[in-house]
């Protein structure tokens, strides 16, 4: 059995052993019942704990350069009284998001790939791989906002001043600033990282724990700094053109006036973009900070107890780094000056009472972050390609060092970054790192409330404090601030995502993992069935509900192709009956065999259910399925069987390409080969029958007397729509209906309830799609000495205009062909007393054939009213004789007799 890590292409055709994140395992041929488990990687492999591997890249990942280097920005320009409200937002949408992640990471085994784990295999791989695929670029964005922040605090300490050059005062102002050096700069940070994260991820759990020490000593120094400084003039130089202006501002230390002054919004012009700020942008870069969250999720697969560390790491994270935060916020609006906060992002430095402790916690974080996305992004796109859900785009990605570190994906993830180094500007790339982890956010959001909705026995995760309310609630926040942030940038990755969606959904294979799209089907089918009361059916809503019984799909897809069409968005059952008796077997021979007919029914494109039974005769079989199959308000109104006959049609699957190609496989164990090997080849002539004369009447019997129309389909095997309905055809092809008993002419009734239902049939025939060019024939048998026949045909005709039917009525003189019955033969007391079908003569059959088959006029199929079968079984024979007659030779046919009433005039 394939695991949930076993990649997609693999599923059911080989395991991965050996070690990589994706193996697989299968229970021993023993009676000792055994828990399969997703398989694991050695445990040598997977050594990070709750606190080096979450809670530190976590924390470092919220804290990145926003704690350095945009406090200032944010209050600035929203003020403190917005910049809380900004920070509450932002907190309770990620803190919804961590209550769906702790929930999915306790409900089993999490692996490499962090959220995109948790994603497809919850959602399926089309959501998994297109939000897996944008929260990767988000992850490649953000590691590129972090080294372009860190390259902006590199220059406002080192960067070369304006009209400095030429007086020789340089001092530490050395590094020359311009567009491509700064991509320089970035590039030679970015170089690092990757160094560090080739090497893998133990070399990174070290370096981010001596960065964590170093960021908080930093810290430290900055809310000591708030109470041992005291209020000083900062000077700030700016560069206008060719000239330099010099800003004079105030950190006035704890001081209500400043308060006051920084208590509301004052948005201006962002010194680094020149564009006017708004709420929007500055929450888009200030959310920025917090969506750090997925830092340790991402580096699942290097977890020991990723179950465990994932939710008590996440969550121990995100309360303290809002607490830092609120304090920061706090603090930097008692002390700071407003133009010192929008005109000096790095203002740290300057009331620290050792500046060069701010710069190393700037760089510290910076780099950290840097390192932590890059890594965490390579994991997720390692993730990505061992699943093959993009080809051989993504497939060098899978290749690993012998620790496991994959390197490949590693480098695959430095080239993108470092393309997007190239936009330059931190605050421009920010609101699009912003979008992307929010889709990524509501993607969780939405896995946890469908696995709560799903309402599935084995959704028991051990973390309890989240609801479905809370699900809803993270996915609307998330989608509201994505629009909020950025309504262009929302809507094209609402986009992208859809297009991602598609493409991997037609390219992808059938994973293994479970689709919660079956479960949340389950469930509202389920609750609608219950709903669907039998005792409230009416025929205004009716609609045929078919069970069509195969003996074998080689002699029967064109049949199963017809009656697709006929269903009218009714119940379609394939109905089979293997003989034998369970009592003799050793296994069920039922169950293996539904892949096969299901794999059939996907060939064939028909919206059909299958069910198959196992009975000592066809007869009980059919009886069983008539009883049991179908559910509810949803079960077989009407039995629909081949013709019983010596006709032996050709194999179907050797004449539909689509049986032909033998490389072609459904990625449910079932290629072209096995499933031509499982279906016995076509009777031949000499062969007998399964099914005796007298038994398939019994069946007929058995259908009418359980109340179930009954339909006897022949020559179906004739049907080719695709002539049918050429365009290169000169003439629409015909639907002819013959609502008269042919095999009693005189009877009083000619319109009954089993002619309206085969008006109702071929009018919901008419109603398909690909029939609604062909035109609806209904002929009228009458005598030459009946007088009344025009009030007949206007009676017919005012019954069709009721009915809502559009056809042509069409006379047709039978004189010839009643006189041959058997009837017309005797006087009226022996007509009296004879009633016996078994009198009509082969004269008269094949009269009446003559007259259907000479009234042709491209008729693609028949209508004929079927009798019902005689109540003594020895006329059987007698009985299947003459429907053999009767219909020989006219192509596609359906006799039917109908017991429902299925029309109604009413509204």
């Not at 560090?196 to 000593?217: D, E, N, P, R, W």
């Not at 929010?438 to 896995?447: R, S």
């Not at 629009?483 to 994973?511: E, K, Q």
């Not at 199963?560 to 379609?572: A, M, P, S």
């Amino acid at each position: 059995m394939s695991s949930e890590t076993s990649p997609l292409l693999n599923y059911r055709l080989y395991n991965v052993a050996g070690g990589g994140f994706a193996e697989s395992c299968s229970a021993p041929a023993t009676e000792e019942v055994t828990i399969c488990t997703s398989g694991s990687q050695p445990d040598d492999s997977r050594k990070l704990s709750t606190f080096f591997g979450v809670v530190v890249p976590t924390v470092l990942s919220m804290f990145s350069i926003v704690i350095f280097m945009r406090i200032g920005f944010v209050i600035g320009q929203a003020g403190f009284l917005e910049s809380l409200l900004m920070l509450i937002v932002a907190y309770v949408i990620i803190s919804l998001t961590v209550l769906s992640v702790c929930a999915i990471s306790t409900n089993g085994a999490v692996r490499g790939g962090g959220a995109y784990f948790m994603i497809s295999r919850t959602l399926g791989p089309e959501f998994g791989g297109s939000i897996g695929l944008m929260f990767f670029l988000a992850n490649v964005c953000s590691c590129a906002v972090y080294i372009l922040g860190l390259v902006e605090a590199v220059l406002d300490v080192f960067g070369e001043l304006p009209n400095a050059a030429g007086t020789g005062h340089r001092g530490v102002h050395v590094l020359p600033q311009s567009y491509l050096y700064d991509v320089l700069y970035a590039s030679s940070i970015l170089l690092l990282c990757l160094l560090v994260c080739l090497v893998g991820a133990q070399i990174y759990a070290k370096t981010s724990f001596l960065i964590f020490l170093m960021v908080h000593v930093v810290l430290i120094t900055i809310f000591v700094s708030f109470f041992a400084v005291g209020p000083k003039t900062i000077q700030i130089v700016k560069q206008s053109g060719n000239a330099s202006q010099t800003i004079l501002t105030n950190y006035t230390g704890f001081n209500l006036a400043t308060l006051q002054h920084n208590f509301m919004d004052d948005y201006s012009v962002d010194y680094t973009t020149g564009s006017v700020m708004t709420f929007a942008t500055v929450f888009a870069v200030m959310f920025n900070g917090c969506t750090g969250i997925m830092a340790g999720s991402n580096m699942s697969g290097d977890l020991k107890n990723p179950s465990y560390a994932i939710p008590k790491g996440t969550i121990i994270a995100v309360i303290y780094t809002l607490l830092v935060y609120l304090l920061l916020f706090l603090m930097v609006s008692f002390t700071c000056d407003r133009v010192l906060l929008q005109e000096d992002y790095g203002f740290f430095r300057q009331i620290n009472i050792w500046p060069p402790f701010v710069v190393i916690g700037v760089y510290g974080a910076s780099l950290s972050a840097s390192m932590s996305t890059l890594i965490g992004a390579s994991r997720i796109l390692h993730a990505l390609a061992w699943d093959d859900l993009f080809g051989v785009l993504l497939s060098p990605a899978k290749r690993t060092s012998k620790t496991g570190n994959p390197w490949v994906a590693v480098l695959y993830t430095w080239f993108l970054v470092q393309l997007v180094l190239f936009a330059g500007k931190l605050n421009t790339i920010a609101g699009i790192v912003t979008i992307f982890f929010l889709m990524a956010y509501a993607a969780v959001d939405l896995a946890c409330l469908s696995l709560e909705w799903a309402s599935a026995p084995n959704f028991r995760p051990t973390f309890q404090l989240f609801s479905w309310h809370t699900c809803l609630l993270g996915i609307v926040g998330c989608l509201v601030m994505m629009f909020l942030i950025n309504p262009v940038y929302a809507s094209c990755g609402i986009v992208l995502m859809l297009i991602l969606l598609v493409v991997i959904h037609y390219r992808s294979p059938t994973s293994s993992w479970g689709y919660i799209s079956q479960a949340l089907i389950f469930h509202q089918v389920r609750k609608y069935l219950l709903l669907l009361d039998v005792r409230k059916e009416h025929v205004k809503f009716w609609r045929p509900q078919i069970l069509l019984m195969v003996a074998n799909p080689r002699t029967s897809a064109q049949l199963i192709t017809f009656i697709n069409d006929l269903k009218k968005g009714g119940l379609f059952v394939l109905g089979h009956v293997e003989i034998g008796d369970l009592d003799t077997l050793p296994s069920d021979p039922i169950h293996p065999q539904y892949n096969f007919w299901l794999s059939l029914v996907d060939k064939l494109n028909v919206k059909a259910f299958v069910d198959l039974t196992l009975s000592p005769s066809v007869r009980q079989g059919v009886q069983h399925l008539l009883r049991i199959t179908g559910l509810g308000g949803m079960k077989p109104n009407t039995l629909v069987l081949g013709f019983y006959d010596q006709c032996v049609p050709d194999d179907y699957f050797l004449c539909d390409p689509a049986f032909q190609d033998t490389k072609e496989n459904d990625h449910f164990g079932v290629d072209i080969a096995s499933l031509q090997a499982h279906f016995p080849p076509v009777r031949g002539r000499e062969t007998s029958k399964s099914l005796s004369e007298r038994e398939y009447v019994a069946i007929v019997s058995d259908a009418l007397k359980m109340q179930k129309n009954v339909c006897l389909a022949r020559y179906f095997s004739a049907m080719n729509k695709k002539d049918l309905f050429a365009k290169t055809r000169p003439e629409r092809v015909s639907i002819d209906v013959w609502p008269l008993d042919l095999l009693r002419p005189d009877s009083s009734h000619y319109v009954d309830v089993c002619s309206l239902f085969l008006l109702q049939m071929a009018c919901v025939l008419t109603m398909v799609f690909s029939w609604k060019a062909a035109r609806l024939r209904i002929f009228l048998c009458i005598e030459s000495g009946d007088e009344s026949w025009v009030k007949k045909e206007e009676k017919l005709q005012e019954l069709l205009d009721k009915l809502r039917i559009k056809a042509t009525i069409k006379i047709v003189i039978w004189d010839e062909v009643v006189a041959l019955h058997w009837r017309r033969q005797l006087s009226p007391q022996e007509q009296e007393a004879g009633r016996d079908l078994s009198l009509v003569s082969d004269d008269y059959l094949r009269a009446a054939n003559r007259m259907v088959l000479e009234q042709r006029y491209h008729t693609a199929v028949r209508f004929l009213y079927l009798p019902r079968p005689p109540v003594d079984t020895a006329h059987s024979r007698r009985y299947l004789q003459q429907l053999d007659v009767l219909t020989e030779g006219l192509g596609p046919t359906l006799l039917i007799h109908g017991l429902t009433p299925v029309t109604c005039t009413d509204l």
